[in-house]
T-cell receptor, first 115, second 112 residues
């Protein structure tokens, strides 16, 4: 049973470009969470999605950031017009169900560098 | 809002010794979960141990154990018989509803 997969592992973009980060949850998991880790900091929650629905986006910046989890295919975190401050590691986690406890299994992360 | 505080940015311990990492949190909730995650240089997030707030018994996983003091809102991690492979960042985290809230981490270095 493959774990949570994220690609690419490393992504370099120039200021103003778009970044697309992909996350394939574990088999049987329909809940996806995105977290951002700035250098030398802990992970910060961004968004929680179920298939075709955004459940909680309270941690998403108001502009330039969007996320989706379509019926088919991976979850996508999209950052438009990237700026240097977007450089961070972006982690995806998945769980089999919702509720106040279901273990979240983390992917290896995507490290975004904005030049 | 819930917050998680790790007051030790860095710790070091000699191999085979015991070390304790501190974590405090703030919440008005009664039922929740607490976690310790390890992040080695590979940056993969690895769950070390979890504690359910409604359980009084402290969780234990092999060499890892916690001291959970609910009234004091304290959740420390004890690593016994430290090994070189324990060198990593350690994050304390809180969960009430689906999202995890992390502390800023403690960098642990295990010396031979």
């Amino acid at each position: 049973n493959a774990g949570v997969m994220q690609n690419p592992r490393h992504l370099v973009r120039r200021r103003g470009q778009e970044a697309r980060l992909r996350c394939s949850p574990m088999k049987g998991h329909s809940h996806v969470y995105w977290y951002r880790q700035l250098p030398e900091e802990g992970l910060k929650f961004m968004v929680y999605l179920q298939k075709e629905n955004i459940i909680d986006e309270s941690g998403m910046p108001k502009e330039r950031f969007s996320a989706e989890f379509p019926k088919e295919g991976p979850s996508i975190l999209r950052i438009q017009q990237v700026v240097r401050g977007d450089s961070a590691a972006y982690f995806c986690a998945s769980s089999p169900a919702s509720g106040w406890y279901n273990e979240q299994f983390f992917g290896p992360g995507t490290r975004l560098t904005v030049l | 809002a819930q917050t998680v505080t790790q007051s030790q940015p860095e710790m070091s311990v000699q191999e085979a010794e015991t070390v304790t990492l501190s974590c405090t949190y703030d919440t008005s909730e009664n039922n929740y979960y607490l976690f310790w995650y390890k992040q080695p240089p590979s940056r993969q997030m690895i769950l070390v141990i979890r504690q359910e707030a409604y359980k009084q018994q402290n969780a234990t996983e092999n060499r890892f154990s916690v001291n959970f003091q609910k009234a004091a809102k304290s959740f420390s991690l004890k690593i016994s018989d430290s090994q070189l492979g324990d060198t990593a960042m350690y994050f304390c985290a809180f969960m009430r509803t689906d999202k995890l809230i992390f502390g800023t981490g403690t960098r642990l270095q295990v010396f031979p």
